[in-house]
């Protein structure tokens, strides 16, 4: 069934969760975009006013590395200034119910934390934006402290401890994917009845693989997105419509 009418597709979501024994969300840039963050691939996405810088770039040029700090503290105000939406508030009533247990995400916006979420049930497949991580050594650091050495030293600063890169803990283009989270995110998308794709294009790999993953598997399939994806023709439920508005009635308190 697909569906771009709220209520048709808001109602029968509803049955499907009703009917669902282990509901696991997979949420993309769609669903924080009501709360500033603009999405990577959309007309004015992030990624029309810049390129995203790869991985090996980054390592082997310090310009590069500058360049990047410089775009993250950019972007601080949007960031900084972003409160969960009813998208995630929505999610985040489902965990509380007992009837979700995790949250898989490609987005590094911390939203989901802050909207209720334990730090350990939001399984952040392409990391997070908010802080930092030593490349070599793994120490991490708060955003405020490495803005403060790149402000005053006019570079992106290296490890205290060992000498290596600084980087936001956020998974490049061309870095390895975190292995515990794709473990954990497979785990939950086999345990479940019910996958519930929101606001992703499902066009970046390997992550995308997980709704067909949960299909094949026996779940039933639901993709909540504004534009249609390669995937919509396999799934039992999809709605072409403002994520808020679908999910906000499943916010509870």
């Known amino acids: 069934?697909?569906?771009?009418?709220?209520?048709?597709?808001?109602?029968?979501?509803?049955?499907?969760?009703?009917?669902?024994?282990?509901?696991?969300p997979f949420t993309g840039a769609g669903i924080s975009t009501e709360c500033g963050i603009p999405d990577f691939r959309s007309p004015g996405g992030l990624w029309t006013q810049n390129a995203p810088i790869p991985f090996d770039?980054?390592?082997?040029?310090?310009?590069?590395?500058?360049?990047?700090?410089?775009?993250?503290?950019?972007?601080?105000?949007?960031?900084?200034?972003?409160?969960?939406?009813?998208?995630?508030?929505?999610?985040?009533?489902?965990?509380?119910?007992?009837?979700?247990?995790?949250?898989?995400?490609?987005?590094?916006?911390n939203l989901h934390q802050a909207s209720g979420f334990a730090?350990?049930?939001?399984?952040?497949?392409?990391?997070?934006?908010?802080?930092?991580?030593?490349?070599?050594?793994?120490?991490?650091?708060?955003?405020?402290?490495?803005?403060?050495?790149?402000?005053?030293?006019?570079?992106?600063?290296?490890c205290p401890d060992c000498g290596g890169y600084i980087k936001t803990a956020t998974v490049s283009f061309g870095q390895a994917?975190?292995?515990?989270?794709?473990?954990?995110?497979?785990?939950?998308t086999l345990a479940c009845d019910l996958f519930i794709a929101i606001g992703s294009s499902l066009v970046v790999w390997p992550a995308a693989g997980f709704p067909l993953?949960?299909?094949?598997?026996?779940?039933?399939?639901?993709?909540?997105?504004?534009?249609?994806?390669?995937?919509?023709d396999a799934a039992d439920l999809v709605v072409h419509a403002d994520i808020g508005s679908v999910l906000a009635p499943f916010v509870t308190h």
């Open 1 to 24: 069934m697909i569906s771009s009418d709220i209520e048709t597709g808001r109602r029968r979501l509803a049955e499907l969760i009703a009917d669902a024994s282990v509901v696991v």
């Open 57 to 109: 770039e980054f390592v082997a040029s310090r310009d590069m590395r500058d360049e990047a700090w410089r775009r993250r503290f950019a972007m601080e105000s949007e960031f900084s200034a972003a409160k969960p939406g009813r998208g995630h508030l929505a999610l985040a009533a489902l965990y509380r119910s007992g009837k979700s247990p995790a949250v898989i995400t490609q987005n590094i916006d």
């Open 119 to 158: 730090a350990d049930d939001v399984v952040e497949l392409h990391g997070n934006t908010t802080y930092a991580l030593c490349l070599a050594c793994k120490r991490r650091f708060e955003l405020g402290w490495v803005k403060t050495r790149f402000t005053e030293g006019g570079h992106a600063p290296d």
């Open 177 to 188: 994917m975190p292995e515990d989270e794709m473990r954990r995110a497979e785990e939950l």
């Open 213 to 232: 993953l949960a299909k094949r598997n026996g779940a039933r399939l639901v993709i909540l997105n504004r534009d249609p994806t390669e995937f919509d």
